[in-house]
């Protein structure tokens, strides 16, 4: 009957939204920590500089700058940051993690226009996609990720 197979789609939508509520939580839980803070603390004249670098090419004249979505994974792209457990496809899902949700995505792109604050959540996220199956503190993974790819983000 449509009843019960509603009911089915509903249950399935249900586990996987569930499975990615879980996640969401997990990542925050994992990087909302002092010692991440802390090695946000040690780059973020390199990390504000990339993201100066590597951002506000499709803002519009007269507007704040943004990073968008294309310039996001371009960076990924061209640190190296795309290994087997994070594929390039799962780019915009890190990008998304980065952003705040906002109310209106009708009328306004703003939902696609990440900010220095959204850049370093959404790099958090990054490093928290690749390290899947990998033990240790979230804080060790992006020092290490970060002492990695920004000098070649800055000089490259």
Known sequence: ????ALARLLNALSMASEARIAELDDFLHCLHTEAVDDVYKRHSIALETVYRKCSGRHTPPGS??????????????????????????????AFRLGMMTQSEE???????????????????AVVYLR????????????????????PIALHG
């Not at 968008?68 to 899902?93: H, K, M, W």
């Not at 696609?112 to 370093?120: D, I, K, R, S, W």
């Open 106 to 124: 009708s009328y306004s792109s703003r939902f696609q226009e990440m900010t220095f604050l959204e850049f370093q959540h959404a790099m958090g």
């Open 64 to 93: 704040p700058s943004f990073m968008s979505y294309i310039e996001f994974q371009e960076l990924l792209d061209f640190v190296n940051a795309f290994d087997c457990d994070f594929p390039r496809t799962r780019a915009g899902f």
């Open 131 to 150: 390290a899947r199956g990998r033990v240790g503190p979230l804080a060790d993974l992006v020092d290490a990720f970060f002492s990695t790819i920004l």
């Open 1 to 4: 009957s449509i009843s019960a």
